[in-house]
């Protein structure tokens, strides 16, 4: 039986509001334990289609939405984290949906998936909840960041860069979504020579992350060996987002 207290301590929602603000980002190890992680894991591994289920980069990744809906271990923590952020942000708040996901390995022909990951989720902010039901390593796929791009001067500066955030020559087009979404490669690569470095997350099953993704640029990196399983609450959404009737 799953524990019904919530994991997070008071000191532990203080500290992650003023990383929260600072950084953009607070890391909680221990958050969870392993056989909590596991049985999740198991639970996951059991769905590999049907309603509000993706398969992506040539069938190496299943997301698995509305996993609250599905799974009693993610219901809890999907409880656990809108306790969480609602006292980090000092007002209610519940999350839209929780993905559950599952990495594998990218085959050879599937390399060209390894291409054009880095993003930001919204140019408003967006916070997640992640837990990390594997421990991952450089290998793994693990979610790494790049820190400081969060700031308000970085996001300025970026913004007004022709081909960063936005595409300007399309700006007035209609019909297409979220155009400073994805990032492309070549300026990632300029912000390394700049300067700018990555931090890869490489953490035990049960580590929790809070981020606010829509401001710091981000990827999940390539899988290149082993397995990757992780749940991600999903906070500020459209009504509906990925909200799928699966009881």
Not at 21 to 36: D, H
Not at 90 to 110: S, Y
Not at 120 to 137: A, G, H, M, N
Not at 188 to 202: C, H, R, V, W
Request: glycine share 6%; net charge positive.
């Amino acid at each position: 039986m799953f524990k019904t207290s919530s994991p997070f301590s008071t000191e532990v929602t203080e500290e992650a509001k003023e990383s929260m603000n600072k950084n953009g980002y607070f890391l909680i190890p221990n958050a969870y334990p392993k056989n909590f992680c596991e049985q999740i894991k198991t639970d996951i591994d059991k769905v590999n289609s049907g309603l509000g289920v993706e398969k992506n980069y040539g069938g190496s990744e299943t997301r698995i939405w509305s996993a609250q809906k599905r799974f009693k271990g993610v219901k809890k923590f999907f409880h656990d984290s809108n306790k969480l952020l609602s006292s980090i942000l000092d007002q209610q708040i519940i999350a839209g949906t929780v993905l559950a996901i599952k990495n594998n390995p990218l085959t050879e022909e599937h390399q060209k998936n390894s291409m054009g990951r880095w993003h930001i989720d919204s140019w408003r902010s967006q916070e997640k909840v992640f837990l990390f039901l594997s421990d991952t390593t450089e290998k793994s796929g693990p979610l790494e960041f790049i820190p400081n791009t969060h700031k308000f001067l970085f996001r300025l500066k970026k913004a007004l860069e022709p081909g960063f955030f936005f595409n300007h020559f399309s700006m007035l087009k209609k019909g297409i979504p979220r155009r400073y979404a994805s990032i492309p490669d070549k300026k990632i690569e300029a912000l390394f020579n700049s300067g700018y470095k990555t931090k890869p997350l490489l953490v035990k099953a049960g580590t929790v992350l809070v981020i606010n993704s829509a401001k710091l640029i981000h990827r999940a990196r390539p899988c290149k060996e082993g397995q990757r399983h992780a749940l991600t609450a999903y906070y500020s959404t459209a009504k509906g987002y990925h909200d799928y009737d699966v009881y």
